[in-house]
């Protein structure tokens, strides 16, 4: 954390099980099923969560490039 801002380092891939269009994230512990935070933004460039592609099919490789958080005070 520097300022106020959290910075994901290596954030790996995951295969989709659905198909839609990006709109929010989650983030969930590494069990899989407990959610820790979400309402995260999403998208290809200045949100929370950057991937390389928010329209998503069936077994899409979803990759994501970048991750921050900001305090709410920073």
Avoid: H, P, Q, Y
């Amino acid at each position: 954390v520097s300022g106020g801002v959290l910075t994901f380092n290596a954030v790996g891939s995951a295969t989709a099980s659905g198909a839609g269009t990006a709109a929010i994230a989650r983030l969930f512990k590494t069990d899989g099923t407990t959610m820790v935070m979400e309402g995260l933004t999403v998208g290809t460039s200045g949100t929370n969560i950057v991937i390389t592609n928010t329209t998503i099919a069936v077994s899409d490789a979803i990759t994501t490039s970048s991750a921050t958080i900001t305090e709410g005070n920073a």
